[in-house]
């Protein structure tokens, strides 16, 4: 018997690889190699592939299946019964024939998130609101957990929100020519890994040795002394978590006060610059935010704060904030602030100097961008035009009618009965899990498409198994990457897995809206439809002819000619040298440092210009009386959001099976915590274990630990619980970041953490619920 051996080339969100196999089993995979620093996180991949975790068949929650839909609390702690795939899509089409005809579409939540694969074809949002919309539409969601707020914002500010992010300045044109890196949040590379439909290479690390092989400087403002790499040798600015805002205001100040300002700049380029100066100066309030008013808020010493004013006044100087800064209460402050003190140096528009937001988020933010977009699937009209805030998704359920602001409009919000979810972990993204799971005892019926037995999963009531993008076919592409990948299958499904698409078609069909999704293509019809069309527009772009697709499927790889993207872009170039020439989408046509548009909404929790504003949750509360550490929840290292935990690289960071929480040696001392201890993270909303990591590179005060240990209550039933696997979501506040941005404000929270000394609970996080076999 011949064994066969295959390197197929695929990819994935966080960077391309190739599959090595041996017959129909993945042994290994390879890093690209064309990618200069390839993430680790592919070590995930292949341990997650026959993981306990996959849901192998179809399943019914058994309390759904025996009392019909409803609203239960019981989701979440009650035993799967198998079904036939048959018997499946009959119950799922009965149920969505019962919704639509009774409530409608209003009553049709299409709950999914994008991550799930890089796929085009396969895009898990696409495929399920595109089915949802052949049925009759459904409420979607707007915006994301990443930088909502920042989306709402900026438009105020400086006209279109794609305008700047898809043509930040070039990571080229930064490295030569920016003297002072200033970093709010820094530029963690373990971000970097990660852009929205996959990247062939992974260039920040070479961007930054290059800058600093240069000379420039590197400035990180932040509680974790690894937010930028080591070899750019930052001083380490470590202010109270949640203070940046005072900081930049003190640094402001620092530039008016000693005439350091650019009042040409802001003259021609800029708009109510003297409304915010005179709260600046204290003149609106009788608060001066000097340095040494900072000082007092934020930590960091006034002379401290009045030497990097001036620094960054001499030199080519270039801020970025990350978006973390914007994910927490008032988070919509940070980046209007960032803006307006890069306006206050007057470099913005000029080669290396300016403002950016989020080159340590994702790895996409000042790459080439793309003039003709990759391939992407129709999702049809939605009838539907009810949208929500993606963060608000517990205040849906929760407040079926109840009304809420969002950027100068007042909605309510819609009546659920049915929540569809396909790709995506709200138990990952969403804050206050007791609270979430609450609200998903409110519909009558949550129907999740998952390839592992997710906590999303566990709380459904109709669980159908899905492939993983190396158990089907599909096309990759980002709008920032010099590449096209055929993601071509290499193994079977696990079990009785199926795409989505199949799924979808089969359902629809049911329901008499089968040709209308499927147009009658196959999957490989359609991968080939959508690489045609984006052919097409390609053709003789400067000379440039796209492989014919059976080429191109053949080679497993398109390269796009650099000719094909924007580069060298400096942001606002144009707008700089002329601004009537070439305006801002705002009303003034400028750069809005005081917005008479925000201003007139008359929001206290986000005024009229730049402001900073005490959060309810800071070390400088009352509440931090009782809860001493500022927790920082923020992304992972070792994984996607959620995505693939159980992988070997993600369980290899796991402190004795436990998400690592790390805490600085002074704070840990108080506590008798020892590095490895399993301890107790709580507040007043939940609590979690954790696995301790005594180090100096984080802030005395601070804690950290990252989202996306996989829920794992020690009590299924009860929804206060505590999770002995680590989710930080058991402690983080579920509020909007301000009536205006209605953004995820997740990234911080108050705790207290103790040693925990009784006997172990063991961990389930990753076992499928139990199930219950009927004849």
Same mark, same amino acid.
């Given at each position: 018997?011949?064994?066969?051996?295959?390197?197929?080339?695929?990819?994935?969100?966080?960077?391309?690889?190739?599959?090595?196999?041996?017959?129909?089993?993945?042994?290994? $995979?390879?890093?690209?190699?064309?990618?200069?620093?390839?993430?680790?996180?592919?070590? &995930?991949?292949?341990?997650?592939?026959?993981?306990?975790? #996959? $849901?192998?068949?179809?399943?019914?929650?058994?309390?759904?299946?025996?009392?019909?839909? @409803?609203?239960?609390?019981?989701?979440? *702690?009650?035993?799967?019964?198998?079904?036939?795939?048959? /018997?499946?899509i009959d119950l799922l089409s009965r149920e969505l024939k019962r919704v639509y005809e009774t409530h409608g579409g209003e009553a049709v939540y299409g709950g999914s998130y994008g991550w799930a694969s890089a796929g085009r074809f396969h895009h898990a949002q696409s495929q399920l609101h595109r089915f949802l919309n052949v049925l009759g539409g459904c409420v979607r969601s707007t915006e994301n957990y990443s930088n909502a707020a920042l989306m709402r914002i900026m438009p105020h500010v400086v006209g279109s929100i794609r305008a700047y992010m898809d043509r930040a300045t070039s990571w080229t044109v930064l490295e030569r020519?920016?003297?002072?890196? /200033?970093?709010?949040?820094?530029?963690?590379?373990?971000?970097?890994? /990660?852009?929205? +439909?996959?990247?062939?290479?992974?260039?920040?690390?070479?961007? =930054?040795?290059?800058?600093?092989?240069?000379? %420039?400087?590197?400035?990180?403002? +932040?509680?974790?002394?690894?937010?930028?790499?080591?070899?750019?040798?930052?001083?380490?600015? %470590?202010?109270?978590?949640?203070?940046?805002?005072? =900081?930049?205001?003190?640094?402001?100040?620092? =530039?008016?006060?000693? @005439?350091?300002?650019?009042?040409?700049?802001?003259? #021609?380029?800029?708009?109510?610059?003297?409304?915010?100066?005179?709260?600046?100066?204290?003149?609106?309030?009788?608060? *001066?935010?000097?340095?040494?008013?900072?000082?007092?808020?934020?930590?960091?010493?006034?002379?401290?704060?009045?030497?990097?004013?001036?620094?960054?006044?001499?030199?080519?100087?270039?801020? &970025?904030?990350?978006?973390?800064?914007?994910?927490?209460?008032?988070?919509?402050?940070?980046?209007?602030?960032?803006?307006?003190? *890069?306006?206050?140096?007057?470099?913005?528009?000029?080669?290396? @100097?300016?403002?950016?937001?989020?080159?340590?988020?994702?790895?996409?933010? +000042?790459?080439?961008? =793309?003039?003709?977009?990759?391939?992407?699937? +129709?999702?049809?009209?939605?009838?539907?035009?009810?949208?929500?805030?993606?963060?608000?998704?517990s205040d849906m359920l929760l407040h079926p009618g109840e009304t809420y602001d969002f950027d100068g409009k007042r909605f309510p919000y819609p009546d659920i009965k049915l929540v569809y979810w396909c790709g995506g972990n709200p138990f990952h993204h969403h804050q206050d899990l007791a609270r979430l799971r609450r609200a998903f005892a409110r519909p009558e019926t949550i129907v999740v498409h998952e390839p592992h037995w997710t906590p999303m999963a566990k709380h459904a009531d109709v669980v159908l198994p899905a492939t993983v993008t190396l158990e089907r076919n599909d096309i990759s592409g980002s709008t920032h990457d010099l590449a096209l990948v055929a993601m071509r299958r290499v193994v079977a499904p696990h079990g009785e897995a199926r795409n989505d698409y199949d799924v979808f078609a089969d359902v629809a069909a049911r329901l008499g809206a089968g040709e209308q999704f499927t147009e009658n293509r196959t999957e490989m019809e359609w991968i080939r439809h959508l690489y045609e069309s984006w052919r097409e527009k390609n053709v003789g772009r400067d000379g440039w002819v796209p492989p014919q697709f059976d080429e191109f499927w053949g080679k497993g790889i398109v390269e796009i000619p650099a000719a094909q993207t924007h580069t060298e872009v400096v942001l606002y170039e144009d707008f700089r040298a002329d601004p009537a020439r070439a305006p801002l989408n705002t009303p003034s046509g400028r750069i809005e440092i005081f917005s008479e548009t925000i201003d007139g909404f008359g929001y206290d929790d986000c005024p009229g210009h730049p402001t900073w504003l005490e959060p309810t949750e800071w070390l400088g509360a009352p509440l931090a009386d009782r809860y001493p550490l500022h927790l920082i929840a923020n992304n992972p290292k070792t994984r996607l959001h959620s995505q693939l935990d159980m992988g070997a690289y993600s369980q290899a960071s796991k402190v004795a099976g436990r998400e690592p929480i790390r805490l600085h040696p002074d704070d840990a001392a108080r506590r008798g915590i020892v590095n490895g201890d399993t301890v107790r993270v709580f507040n007043d909303r939940g609590s979690c274990l954790a696995g301790a990591i005594i180090t100096d590179g984080i802030r005395p005060g601070a804690a950290q630990l990252s989202t996306g240990a996989w829920y794992d209550p020690i009590n299924p039933e009860d929804p206060n619980a505590m999770c002995v696997h680590g989710n930080p979501n058991v402690l983080t506040y579920d509020r909007g970041t301000s009536r205006l941005g209605q953004g995820c404000s997740g990234q911080h929270a108050l705790v207290e953490v103790e040693k925990w000394t009784r006997p172990l609970p063991p961990l389930k996080a990753f076992n499928p619920p139990p199930v219950e076999r009927r004849g």
């Open positions: 018997m011949t064994t066969i051996h295959s390197h197929l080339l695929h990819t994935s969100h966080w960077g391309a690889f190739r599959a090595e196999t041996v017959g129909d089993t993945v042994v290994a $995979i390879r890093p690209y190699e064309g990618d200069p620093d390839p993430s680790p996180i592919l070590e &995930n991949i292949a341990t997650s592939l026959d993981h306990r975790a #996959r $849901i192998a068949e179809p399943m019914v929650r058994a309390g759904w299946l025996d009392r019909g839909p @409803g609203p239960d609390s019981k989701r979440g *702690a009650e035993p799967f019964v198998p079904v036939s795939w048959d /018997v499946a020519h920016t003297d002072l890196f /200033v970093c709010f949040g820094g530029i963690p590379l373990k971000n970097t890994q /990660v852009t929205p +439909g996959g990247s062939t290479t992974h260039p920040t690390r070479d961007h =930054l040795m290059a800058a600093k092989r240069r000379g %420039a400087e590197f400035v990180l403002i +932040g509680p974790l002394r690894d937010d930028l790499p080591a070899f750019t040798e930052p001083r380490w600015l %470590a202010p109270r978590p949640g203070t940046d805002v005072a =900081l930049m205001l003190g640094l402001a100040h620092t =530039l008016t006060d000693e @005439g350091l300002h650019d009042r040409d700049f802001l003259g #021609r380029c800029c708009a109510g610059y003297d409304r915010f100066e005179g709260y600046l100066l204290g003149r609106s309030d009788g608060i *001066a935010k000097s340095a040494a008013w900072a000082e007092e808020i934020c930590g960091i010493p006034a002379d401290a704060i009045r030497a990097l004013a001036r620094r960054m006044a001499q030199r080519r100087t270039f801020i &970025n904030v990350n978006w973390s800064l914007q994910r927490v209460q008032y988070g919509e402050q940070a980046p209007w602030m960032v803006v307006t003190l *890069a306006a206050m140096l007057g470099q913005i528009g000029s080669p290396g @100097g300016g403002f950016g937001h989020g080159y340590g988020s994702l790895g996409y933010v +000042g790459r080439p961008h =793309l003039k003709i977009g990759p391939p992407a699937l +129709g999702q049809e009209v939605n009838p539907v035009k009810t949208t929500i805030p993606v963060a608000r998704v």
